[in-house]
């Protein structure tokens, strides 16, 4: 799985940093989301389905599913 984060779209809602901490975090001035790490191994997988599904502006794309 490899994840792909169009920042433009993002709403700085902070649910994918909510479910997937380990992979993803928030800018401290903006909150909009940044990806710790674009290719999460097979631990992190069900997290990163659930941050790209609750994701309110659709800015997560998984690759590889």
């Known amino acids: ?6 920042e433009p779209r993002c709403v700085a809602a902070g649910q994918c940093a909510m479910v997937a901490p380990d992979v993803f975090d928030q800018r ?6 940044i990806v710790l790490d674009e290719s ?6 069900e997290a990163v389905r659930e941050a790209a599904a ?12």
């Open 1 to 6: 799985m490899r994840i792909e984060f169009d």
């Open 28 to 33: 401290e001035d903006d909150g909009v989301a």
């Open 40 to 45: 999460p191994g097979k631990d992190q997988h």
């Open 54 to 65: 609750v994701c309110p502006a659709a800015a997560i794309r998984l690759v590889g599913e």
